[in-house]
């Protein structure tokens, strides 16, 4: 790589440090992380999505999967910063996503169906129809089991990849919201602030303890502890569920999930990041643009290769693109008139055959 590559790079994808960050996720799409165990939170990015509800690591911690309620997936490779819409499932009432111990990625609807993906998102099958109704959250168990929870508190459970389901045990709510797992126990959460441990893998269940907050949204690990957070972005923290301590806040309303980078996965390695990084995008410039004007694009290449340039609007649609040209490693500058748009946010894709970046653009009148 040249000296002048390496340094655009450097200055216009700086790659964030991963190890042990939480993330929080408000249904509008933007993706706050913390790397002081939830104590202070910034921005990460924001995704061209309005109804955003799950969020979890892939098979590496820079990997990580996100899921709208309208089935469409998306997936970043370094962290969340960038993202790109790699699948979908066919549903409107999707509630949650899932990594399984072999790395396959799990998405869960309200109304109990359960998609597959073994290709990291691309294509998803139906894998289940579980026998409840009204879905909240789905976890995988320390020895590898699947649990679905339903709002009202019944705990399903797999033993065979999710194949097939049955009814474990019940905790009498009616505003359950998260199941995850820590260690060797599971916990559940409720709106209300209720927080409930299973020692023996759902089969029974005890109170643990009580937030002193409504609205509780999600629940997560947080390295060897617990995370919670509500849905107005006041994040609380936990050794085992019981004594709770209020932390930090993301400052957002309609915080919908929150999640680690931590892989729960069983024998999958890390994958090497030689090819995660291979292209750097700066801002597209001007932005804002004039509706009609022109973008000026500059971006860098590790290695040659095929660069395609899409743009979408904030509902995920595409509204224009160039065809996709061969460009030799080295930096790159290139002009793209934009025919007239409607004022508003809207954001730049750029795709290689090893990885996509994007950036947000502003269109005005």
């Known amino acids: ?26 249904d509008t799409g933007e993706l706050y992380v913390s790397s002081d165990q939830g104590t202070t939170w910034d921005v990460r990015s924001t995704l061209p999505v309005s109804d955003a509800v799950g969020l979890m690591a892939g098979t590496t911690s820079a990997r990580l999967f996100l899921a709208s309620a309208s089935g ?55 894998l289940a129809a579980l026998t409840g109704s009204n879905f909240v959250s789905l976890a995988v168990g320390n020895t590898g089991s699947l649990y679905a929870l339903t709002r009202t508190g019944e705990i399903e459970e797999s033993t065979d990849d999710g194949v097939s389901w049955s009814v474990k045990s019940a905790i009498p709510v009616s505003d359950a919201v998260s199941i995850r797992n820590l260690q060797t126990s599971l916990y559940v959460l409720t709106n ?31 390295v060897d502890r617990l995370a919670a957070v509500t ?12 004594a709770w301590t209020w932390i930090g806040a993301v400052n957002q309303l309609n915080v919908i999930a929150l999640a680690n980078d931590t892989p729960y996965v069983i024998g999958v390695p890390e ?11 700066a801002p597209p410039a001007p932005n804002p643009l004039r509706a009609g004007g022109s973008l000026s694009i500059r971006f860098a290449l590790n290695v040659g290769d095929r660069v395609t340039l899409r743009l979408f609007d904030v509902q995920g649609r595409e ?25 508003g946010l809207y954001f730049l894709q750029l795709s290689t055959s090893h990885a996509n970046r994007s950036a947000t653009l502003t269109v005005l009148n």
Do not use: K
Request: net charge negative; proline share 4%.
């Open 319 to 343: 509204v224009s693109a160039l065809e996709s040209a061969a460009f030799d490693a080295g930096e790159h500058e290139l002009t793209w008139p934009i025919r007239s748009l409607s004022s």
């Open 231 to 242: 849905s107005e972005g006041e994040v609380a923290s936990s050794p085992d569920g019981s």
């Open 271 to 281: 994958e090497p990041p030689s090819v995660t990084l291979p292209i750097a995008l």
């Open 72 to 126: 469409m997936v998306y997936r970043s490779l370094n962290a969340g910063v960038n993202w790109t819409a790699i699948g979908s499932v066919s549903s409107d009432d999707v509630v949650d996503l899932g990594i399984r111990s072999d790395g396959a990625l799990l998405v869960l609807s309200e109304s109990g169906t359960l998609w597959e993906s073994t290709d990291q998102g691309v294509n998803f099958s139906v």
């Open 1 to 26: 790589m040249t000296r002048a590559i390496a340094c655009l790079l450097c200055l216009l994808f700086a790659s964030p440090a991963v190890a042990h960050s939480l993330f929080a996720l408000v």
């Open 192 to 222: 209300a602030g209720l927080v409930f441990q299973s020692a023996n893998a759902g089969t029974s269940w005890v109170t643990a303890g009580t937030l002193s907050q409504v609205h509780m949204r999600a629940l997560t690990q947080n």
